[in-house]
């Protein structure tokens, strides 16, 4: 089964800068919108930010200004640059890719974590 695999994740400090990277292990096909998520502890998952394959962006507030989402669609690739990190980014963040069919892929989560 092809899986989203993700990478970049890590310890940076307040102020610094991380990058995601976010692709299928395989092919995947009929993608129409990639994008991240993020998990804190004992808080409900939220979307981060999402890209359409015609390059449309949407950011939850919080990160507005300091995030960037792009993605290459031929690839069915996502990255989140995030800049300007504070401790409340730190979570699990998890890409996701939907396909034009509504199904829904997950990728494992990889660790955010910013220190103060």
């Known amino acids: 089964q092809v899986q989203l695999v993700e990478s970049g994740g890590g310890l940076a400090q307040a102020g610094g800068s991380l990058r995601l990277s976010c692709g299928p292990s395989?092919?995947?096909?009929?993608?129409?919108?990639m994008g991240w998520y993020r998990q804190a502890p004992g808080k409900q998952r939220e979307l981060v930010a999402g890209?359409?394959?015609?390059?449309?962006?949407n950011y939850a507030e919080s990160v507005k200004g300091r995030f960037t989402i792009s993605g290459d669609s031929s690839r069915n690739t996502v990255y989140l640059q995030m800049n300007s990190l504070k401790p409340e980014d730190t979570a699990v963040y998890y890409c996701y890719a939907r396909q034009r069919a509504g199904y829904v892929h997950w990728g494992q989560g990889t660790q955010v974590t910013v220190s103060s």
């Open positions: 395989g092919s995947m096909s009929r993608i129409s919108t």
């Open positions: 890209i359409t394959n015609g390059g449309s962006t």
